[in-house]
Each structure stands twice: as C-alpha cells, then as structure tokens.
C-alpha cells in the first residue's frame, strides 16, 4: 500500500530524457541538473540558441540533442519527438513544461489571451501526448512529468485563465496514470509553487515561500527518483494551498480574499505560480 506510485528511477547515467520548455525557467534548469547527474537530454522549445547554449559541451559529446520546437504545431513535435527517437532509440522520460501565462481577472478579460493561454497549456501537451503515448505504450516502460501549478488546486485572483488551463493538466495527470500504471509506465505531476524565473521576476507582489529555480529542479529530480506521482514544492507552501482547496466553499472564498487582498485592479503581466 505504501509502496511508489511510479518506478524509481535510481540511475541517471545515460538516462535518455527529452525535456519541451527547456530554453529558461525550470525547464532550462532541470536539464543543468540532469546533464550534471550524467543523463542524456533532449532540448526543445521554440527558440533553438538558447538551447544550444545550454547544451554546451554535452552537444558534441553526444549526450545532449537541440530539437526546436512550437508545440502548437501538432506536426512539428511529431518531426522532433522521431528525431529524438532515431537518435537515441528510445525516450526514457519525457518532461513537458512548456506553458505560458498572462495575469487576468473577470473585468479585464481578454478573448484572444484567454485562447492562447488554454492552447499553449492544454492544446500544446496533447500535441505532446499523440506522440509519446505510443512509444510509451509500446515500450511498456518509461515515465511522463507535466509541469502544472498550484494555481490548479483552486481558483486564484490574476489566474482567471491560467489557473483553469493548469486545473485540466492535474485531471489529465490523475487519467493517464490509471490508465499507464498497469502496463509499467510512469506518471508524475508535477505542481511547483513560486519559483524564481523570469516571468515571476516581474511579479509586483509578495510571493510565498519563493524558490530558487536550481532548487526546484532538484526537487523534481528527487520525485523522479522515489517515484512520486505529485511532485510540489515548496511543502509549506503546496500543503497549506490543499489544505485551502478542502474548505468549505464560503470558507474558501473568504481566506483566499483576505489572504490575496483580492479586489478590481488593472491587470498586468505578471506570473502565478
């Protein structure tokens, strides 16, 4: 009863792993951290320098791959996800974080960011899905992570539109595992609180338990390896957000209010977790 959720991984060394949102943020620093533990790391993401520069080393050496890629464009990450596979023979995890977000409450509602929001967060990782399930199925083996948020737990001042689009990733995580854990394959969800990047660098507010973005990348690479299906830091963070989720409606509504101070407000770019 008490055993992982998911297959451990206890051996990065040559661990074949392809990260999509890996040009900055989390995703640029998980693949540091796993290039440093040994892995072998396939890099995608829209803009291709970034990626190469920071594959570095690891380029020529052959244990890093550049595979540019709009995850809204279903056909390209079928071209990058077979040009990993025909270098590599195989994907061993596959790490989706690419995701965007814009600040937006009910009085400023914007239709076209709205869409874009839900089609780089859902629709992007279905393009991801119609690929590696598949190979995932046909492997018998092997692990998925979707980076979510904590901004899926419950609804959020400024997360109008993101926090929904981060919502349907936690469902669709809790899905694919019961239907992936019985034929041996991995499932991980993971729903990071603030971290440093450069999206919350622009944040106008005070942000709880902010994380180090090289900390967080090792508190996913530690979930990885003692097979947790949710990965979420920080703890006291995460923890008392679904402590929050389990109240009471009118509960609920008041804490977050009061906490957030929520009230009308213009609407800027800013980041949630």
């Not at 290039?35 to 244990?63: C, I, K, Y």
């Not at 180090?212 to 963070?237: K, L, N, S, T």
Request: glycine share 8%; with cysteine; net charge positive.
């Amino acid at each position: 009863m008490f055993s992982p959720l998911n297959p451990r991984i206890t051996r990065w060394q040559g661990h074949r792993v392809w990260i999509v949102g890996a040009s900055s943020g989390i995703g640029a620093a998980l693949a540091r951290e796993l290039l440093a533990r040994g892995a072998r790391v396939a890099l995608s993401a829209r803009r291709e320098e970034p990626l190469r520069e920071l594959a570095g080393a690891a380029l020529a050496e052959g244990r890093a791959l550049v595979q540019p890629v709009d995850v809204l464009d279903a056909a390209a990450v079928r071209v990058a996800h077979q040009a990993v596979l025909e270098q590599w023979q195989g994907i061993d995890l596959v790490v989706w974080v690419a995701g965007t977000y814009q600040s937006m409450r009910a009085f400023d509602f914007d239709l076209a960011a709205a869409k874009r929001i839900m089609q780089v967060n859902v629709d992007g990782l279905l393009n991801g899905l119609a690929c590696v399930l598949p190979m995932l199925i046909s492997q018998r083996a092997g692990a998925i992570g979707i980076v979510s948020s904590v901004a899926g737990y419950g609804g959020l001042p400024r997360a109008l539109v993101y926090g929904p689009s981060k919502a349907a990733l936690n469902n669709l995580a809790q899905s694919l595992y019961l239907d992936l854990h019985p034929l041996g394959v991995g499932v991980h969800l993971i729903n990071p609180g603030f971290v440093e990047t450069p999206l919350t660098d622009l944040n106008d507010f005070e942000m709880p338990a902010l994380m180090p973005v090289e900390a967080a990348a090792r508190r996913m690479v530690e979930g990885f390896e003692q097979g947790r299906f949710e990965i979420h830091f920080p703890r006291r963070f995460t923890l008392a957000l679904k402590l929050l989720s389990l109240l009471p409606h009118r509960l609920y509504f008041a804490l977050v209010g009061r906490i957030t101070g929520a009230r009308p407000a213009a609407s800027t770019q800013t980041a949630a977790p």
